[in-house]
């Protein structure tokens, strides 16, 4: 509303964070700390076992998450993740 976002991005172009380069470069503890503590191994329980959950929607290009936001309604139990290159959106 007060901020004017344009609609192209160049991804080469110096951004003010890190864009990572694989999936697993993605620290999940920052956004799901619930599921993937940082303290605790890979799958967040300590023992290994259990299966760690997956994220089931990524929206590329999320702007301000408007999709993300009408989509959480219809599925509250599945991980969602948003990805926008522009670092003012």
């Known amino acids: 509303r007060f901020y004017r976002a344009r ?12 864009i990572p ?18 303290d ?18 990524a929206d590329v290009g999320c702007g301000f998450g408007g999709l993300l936001v009408g989509l959480s309604p219809l599925f509250p139990d599945k991980l969602m993740i948003g990805m926008e290159l522009r670092d003012k959106v």
């Open 7 to 18: 609609a192209h991005s160049n991804p080469l172009s110096d951004s003010h964070f890190p």
């Open 21 to 38: 380069i694989a999936p697993d470069d993605v620290d999940l503890s920052q956004h799901y700390p619930r599921y993937f503590p940082a």
């Open 40 to 57: 605790k191994g890979e799958h967040g329980d300590g023992d290994g076992d259990a299966e760690a959950p997956r994220i089931r929607f």
